[in-house]
């Protein structure tokens, strides 16, 4: 018999009962029955029950040790009676009879429970990440995240696509975060950076010669943490094709979203295809450019309404209105707990009407619309008795923000909101360009590096905030999972579009002079995207903190509390590097 396992602690059945066996495994739970010790022990594979009688040295060894100490036990496999069967597990039909245990490794008492979520704070798990991970719902989430990447792969393969390494080490690139930089030991006062993104490498990849490229490409961005973003490093799935367009790009990633998301989402369905939204028809329809399509209302801009209008509180202003159906029933308190919600968005309130009988408005601010108003408002929104209508105005932006967020609240709440369902959408045409409000400058809105839809010409005619970009963004409830573009790759298109930014010839060749080069020499038409593998694993997990899906991550602070990183570095080694600190001064 192997030294440690016959068997894993997840596979044996009742066809295996009266079979001598050998386990391995950590102690995951002990129930003293009557002096009966009942023990459940945990391996990578599932768990399994153990059954030491009194007055056995079994019985004794198990009645002394901690819960997570490793064991190799002997046994025998009996049937559990009809009574004791265990439905929920896949060994619950047997238990193991121990005749023999040995200590494989001891175990102190540790910092928190293991076999359940006791709550315990999020430092003090990823102090003790090795432990955390022993747990069931986070043991589940790393396998799940190995699956998916294992079929990312398969599929990104059968679609065509060669998956190819790109630099780790590499120069400084303004992709729009800060970069991590390593000093070189070689080259005194320089610096490598680590990647944002293998962005120029997957173009040049393309003009290379290699059609249809892929990477799980590691990233790093020195950049604040939040729910839905890692700080430090994070991976996505980077994707680039030569001699397409935007429809080119959206097919393979659609249909390898649609089989991941069908394969993994644990019965949630995919809606398919995914409808393209225009960017500033999602910013007025839904308050936001990555909207959350499982609620089933829509914004409607009635700014027409109210211009000019006695209602002084929205005349001049923008306004939008949401109109929710079947509320007639909805007490007083879900218009009040929806205000609280637009308050916690930063609104200073949210007016509402209802619909009533031939379309009478009764509510806080009905007595301050003109009968003209009434009809136009009916019209616009198609009222009907039963409604409800919210009402936002002010800038464009700040009433999209508040809006959007209580456009997915109010359908949660009322009963339009469609649960256990993907629902993806491509945002495109998002503008090539944008005023900076304070300086007044035109800036890049999005990415430099797109192709403007109508090219050159474009960038010579028109004013610069009307020119779109052949940039997209693919979202999944409310989540974005990756923007993209089809590239700029003409040396006389980029010269122009980084000078309306206010970037001139020199700037751009000495910032971007690789890329150019390349360009010069025969670059073909080509673009990608790169979704994130992070975010596609939380939201298959359905896990609200991206951190739940990475098994080493950094913390809030971009600190490794396991590991003690970011770390200090001795004398000799800043000497080595041709490096010295220079500490802020504390005030």
């Given at each position: 018999m192997h030294r440690y396992r016959s068997h894993n602690c997840g596979e044996l059945r009742?066809?295996?009962?009266?079979?001598?066996?050998?386990?391995?495994?950590?102690?995951?739970?002990?129930?003293?029955?009557?002096?009966?010790?009942?023990?459940?022990?945990?391996?990578?594979?599932?768990?399994?029950?153990?059954?030491?009688?009194?007055?056995?040295?079994?019985?004794?060894?198990?009645?002394?040790?901690?819960?997570?100490?490793?064991?190799?036990?002997?046994?025998?496999?009996?049937?559990?009676?009809?009574?004791?069967?265990?439905?929920?597990?896949?060994?619950?039909?047997?238990?193991?009879?121990?005749?023999?245990?040995?200590?494989?490794?001891?175990?102190?008492?540790?910092?928190?429970?293991?076999?359940?979520?006791?709550?315990?704070?999020?430092?003090?798990?990823?102090?003790?990440?090795?432990?955390?991970?022993?747990?069931?719902?986070?043991?589940?989430?790393?396998?799940?995240?190995?699956?998916?990447?294992?079929?990312?792969?398969?599929?990104?393969?059968?679609?065509?696509?060669?998956?190819?390494?790109?630099?780790?080490?590499?120069?400084?690139?303004?992709?729009?975060?800060?970069?991590?930089?390593?000093?070189?030991?070689?080259?005194?006062?320089?610096?490598?950076?680590?990647?944002?993104?293998?962005?120029?490498?997957?173009?040049?990849?393309?003009?290379?010669?290699?059609?249809?490229?892929?990477?799980?490409?590691?990233?790093?961005?020195?950049?604040?943490?939040?729910?839905?973003?890692?700080?430090?490093?994070?991976?996505?799935?980077?994707?680039?094709?030569?001699?397409?367009?935007?429809?080119?790009?959206?097919?393979?990633?659609?249909?390898?979203?649609?089989?991941?998301?069908?394969e993994f989402g644990n019965g949630r369905t995919v809606t398919s295809p995914f409808p393209r939204i225009p960017f500033r028809e999602a910013m007025l329809k839904y308050g936001s450019d990555k909207p959350d399509l499982r609620a089933e209302l829509e914004l409607v801009d009635v700014s027409d309404v109210f211009e000019g209008s006695g209602f002084k509180a929205f005349a001049g202003k923008h306004v939008r209105a949401l109109a929710v159906p079947d509320t007639g029933d909805q007490p007083r308190k879900f218009f009040d707990q929806l205000g609280d919600f637009a308050v916690q968005q930063g609104a200073k309130g949210l007016a509402w009407v209802r619909v009533g009988e031939e379309n009478a408005l009764t509510g806080p601010i009905a007595k301050f619309l003109t009968e003209d108003d009434v009809k136009a408002l009916v019209s616009a929104l198609d009222l009907r008795p039963g409604h409800a209508v919210f009402f936002g105005a002010g800038e464009f932006d700040e009433v999209s923000k508040i809006m959007g967020a209580v456009r997915v609240e109010a359908a949660k709440r009322a009963g339009h909101f469609v649960e256990d369902e993907f629902r993806f959408c491509w945002i495109v045409d998002f503008p090539m360009f944008e005023k900076d409000e304070d300086t007044g400058k035109i800036e890049f809105s999005h990415n430099p590096f797109s192709m403007p839809q109508g090219g050159l010409e474009a960038l010579e005619t028109k004013d610069p905030l009307d020119i779109l970009a052949w940039q997209y963004d693919i979202v999944c409830n409310g989540t974005e999972l990756s923007s993209g573009a089809i590239r700029n790759h003409e040396p006389e298109v980029m010269y122009k579009a980084f000078s309306i930014a206010g970037y001139d010839k020199e700037t751009v060749e000495a910032e971007f002079g690789g890329m150019l080069r390349a360009f010069k020499f025969g670059a073909p038409p080509h673009g990608g995207i790169a979704p994130g593998v992070d975010r596609i694993v939380m939201l298959l997990a359905d896990e609200p903190n991206i951190r739940e899906t990475i098994a080493f991550p950094l913390n809030g602070n971009a600190q490794d509390l396991l590991m003690g990183a970011p770390s200090e570095v001795d004398e000799a080694r800043l000497k080595e590097l041709h490096l010295s600190i220079r500490k802020p001064q504390v005030k």
């Open positions: 009742a066809a295996d009962v009266d079979t001598d066996v050998r386990l391995s495994g950590w102690l995951h739970n002990r129930r003293d029955l009557g002096g009966i010790l009942f023990i459940d022990l945990r391996d990578h594979y599932g768990l399994v029950q153990l059954v030491a009688r009194p007055g056995t040295p079994a019985n004794e060894a198990l009645g002394s040790l901690t819960k997570e100490t490793v064991v190799r036990i002997d046994g025998k496999v009996s049937a559990r009676g009809a009574d004791n069967i265990n439905p929920e597990l896949p060994t619950g039909e047997i238990e193991i009879e121990v005749s023999e245990v040995e200590v494989l490794g001891a175990a102190e008492q540790v910092p928190f429970t293991i076999n359940a979520d006791d709550g315990v704070n999020e430092e003090r798990r990823l102090e003790y990440r090795f432990l955390d991970l022993r747990r069931e719902r986070m043991h589940r989430n790393i396998m799940l995240r190995t699956a998916v990447i294992s079929a990312i792969r398969h599929k990104m393969v059968a679609l065509g696509f060669n998956e190819m390494a790109t630099p780790i080490l590499s120069a400084t690139s303004p992709e729009g975060a800060r970069d991590f930089l390593v000093p070189s030991r070689l080259h005194a006062g320089k610096f490598y950076a680590l990647p944002q993104a293998p962005q120029q490498f997957k173009q040049l990849l393309m003009i290379a010669g290699f059609d249809r490229y892929f990477q799980i490409a590691p990233c790093f961005r020195d950049e604040d943490a939040r729910a839905d973003r890692s700080p430090g490093e994070f991976y996505q799935l980077d994707v680039e094709m030569s001699f397409v367009e935007q429809e080119d790009v959206f097919q393979p990633v659609e249909q390898l979203m649609t089989e991941l998301f069908t």
